[in-house]
């Protein structure tokens, strides 16, 4: 039985020295990206710069995948750019078959200083990070 404690450190989606450190003292990564053509980019030059720092200062620290966020599956560009995700990385990190919705309540949960799971508790959201933490943790049920 595996038992996961997670502790998130979000860092800015830049590459600074926040995010070195936070990487430096992680024993493993979530990547989230909302699938855009830039986010892309930034997930290679990401990529890098995890591997770079396993190499040179914390080799415990490991991929656990990519995750896509504020995803609407409804447009083209959205379910081509996941498809390359998923083709770019396949057999070399996992990309979770969770993927999150784009969500206004995210947004105002956000505003109003709560978690989408106290906000709207049967938001698409919400429903979708319930099913991402049973992906992660292996359930099955």
């Given at each position: 039985?595996?038992?996961?404690?997670i502790f998130s450190l979000d860092t800015n989606p830049s590459l600074g020295p926040l995010t070195i450190n936070a990487l430096s003292a992680a024993d493993s990564v979530i990547i989230?990206?909302?699938?855009?053509?830039y986010a892309t980019i930034g997930?290679?030059?990401?990529?890098?710069?995890?591997?770079?720092?396993?190499?040179?200062?914390n080799p415990k620290v490991e991929f656990e995948g990519i995750?896509?966020?504020?995803?609407d599956m409804q447009t083209n560009l959205h379910k081509k750019v996941s498809a390359e995700v998923h083709e770019a990385y396949r057999g070399g990190?996992?990309?979770?078959?969770?993927?999150?919705?784009?969500?206004i309540r995210v947004g105002?949960?956000?505003?109003?200083?709560l978690s989408?799971?106290?906000?709207?508790p049967k938001s698409k959201a919400r429903i979708a990070y319930m099913e991402f933490v049973k992906e992660l943790s292996?359930?099955?049920?």
């Open positions: 039985m595996r038992i996961m404690i989230t990206i909302n699938p855009e053509f997930l290679q030059d990401l990529t890098k710069t995890i591997l770079k720092i396993k190499r040179r200062i995750l896509l966020t504020m995803c990190m996992r990309v979770f078959k969770t993927s999150i919705p784009r969500s105002e949960a956000n505003r109003c200083g989408i799971m106290e906000y709207e292996g359930y099955v049920g």
